[in-house]
T-cell receptor, first 115, second 111 residues
């Protein structure tokens, strides 16, 4: 299996621009998670989907952030407009759905820099 | 108070010794606990999970859980330089219904 695939791996943009991050989960996994990691705040859960339905988006910082999962094999996280404080590594993870095992499979991450 | 707390380190341990990593959590409803390892510039990977009080062993790794004290630990025996990484503690509980990570402890194994 190819694992969780994220793109782009690196993104440098200017403040005010729209940023779209993409994720392809592992086939057969029915839960998908978007996390953000910074030195100051660690690994924060932004939103997660179960069977393509958003279950908990309480971690989404503000209305500038939105996430979609149109089908079982694709998800996007969009930031519009982007700000310098959005600079972080954004991880997508998928899971077979058994939360008690905590078995999240992470992608390699998308490193975002907003100038 | 953070829901999952860890000492950020760095924790320096000589090669061959036992490395002890600790974590406390605030939600008494937490049911399961996890240790992830993250090498610099890489993504986290699951090492172990535990949901019953006591010890759980897997090779050189032992996870310990004490629900009364709300305390989780990870012991790494015969530490190797390849164990140098950041170790993230995480919890899952019915009240939160999601997996919450601590900020991680950076471990350095010195030859």
């Amino acid at each position: 299996d190819a694992g969780v695939i994220q793109s782009p791996r690196h993104e440098v943009t200017e403040m005010g621009q729209e940023v779209t991050l993409r994720c392809k989960p592992i086939s057969g996994h029915n839960s998908l998670f978007w996390y953000r990691q910074t030195m100051m705040r660690g690994l924060e859960l932004l939103i997660y989907f179960n069977n393509n339905v958003p279950i908990d988006d309480s971690g989404m910082p503000e209305d500038r952030f939105s996430a979609k999962m149109p089908n079982a094999s694709f998800s996007t996280l969009k930031i519009q407009p982007s700000e310098p404080r959005d600079s972080a590594v954004y991880f997508c993870a998928s899971s077979p759905g058994q939360f008690y095992t905590g078995e999240l499979f992470f992608g390699e991450g998308s490193r975002l820099t907003v100038l | 108070q953070k829901e999952v707390e860890q000492n950020s380190g760095p924790l320096s341990v000589p090669e061959g010794a036992i490395a002890s990593l600790n974590c406390t959590y605030s939600d008494r409803g937490s049911q399961s606990f996890f240790w992830y390892r993250q090498y610099s510039g890489k993504s986290p990977e699951l090492i172990m999970f535990i949901y019953s009080n006591g010890d759980k062993e897997d090779g050189r790794f032992t996870a310990q859980l004490n629900k009364a004290s709300q305390y989780v630990s990870l012991l790494i025996r015969d530490s190797q330089p390849s164990d140098s990484a950041t170790y993230l503690c995480a919890s899952y509980g019915s009240s939160a219904s999601k997996i919450i990570f601590g900020s991680g402890t950076r471990l350095s194994i010195r030859p």
